[in-house]
């Protein structure tokens, strides 16, 4: 069982449309980062949460943290063929041990 | 970008064969870990380590050790590979100060035959 569920696992869709990504578990977290990674790259930090209900945007990209701390959405605006990827949220919980727990993914594919 | 290589990038091995994989660092981040990743599971963590010689096991530690004996590396070694490692094996690190942001390698794509 995955601490962090992703839905959708795979998305398609044409450019210039909106899509959002959700992250949910039952466990709270002390911070949550979303990364997205390229085919044969490793993961990239996109933003990363820390208060519950927060609200960061990063140009089209809007990320929420949610108020129990324990989900996390990813809001695209107008999607770019360049937006194209695979999403990854991942967790840090308040136990002292500085590991990430990662959910399993959405690959997005954006159509010109 | 941070620096970090990992080696070798590809490998083809026979199952019961050993193998170690490197991680090389030169931010001197305190933190290092290991990740694999499979389709339909994300990543998951390995091993990890905090310091030189100290190692902590991850979610998916059977079958796999580590070492660190340098600041700026982390090997991982699958003592007798199997079939089921196949994977694809990403090395990160972090500075351990603050929120934490791991920084990843290219990844090294592992098939045991």
Redesign the interface.
Known sequence: T?L?E?SP?FLSIQEGENLTVYCNSSSVFS?L?WYRQEP??????LV?V?TGGEVKKLKRLTFQFGDARKDSSLHITAAQPGDTGLY?C?G?MDTG?????????TRLQVQP | DAGITQSPRHKVTETGTPVTLRCHQTENHRYMYWYRQDPGHGLRLIHYSYGVKDTDKGEVSDGYSVSRSKTEDFLLTLESATSSQTSVYFCAISDGEGVETQYFGPGTRLLVL
């Not at chain 1, 044969?40 to 930090?45: A, F, I, N, S, T």
């Not at chain 1, 041990?97 to 993914?105: C, E, I, K």
């Open positions: 995955q962090l992703q696992q911070s980062q044969g790259e490793g993961p990239v930090l990363t820390v990854l991942a840090l041990r500085r590991a990430l727990t990662f959910g399993s993914g």
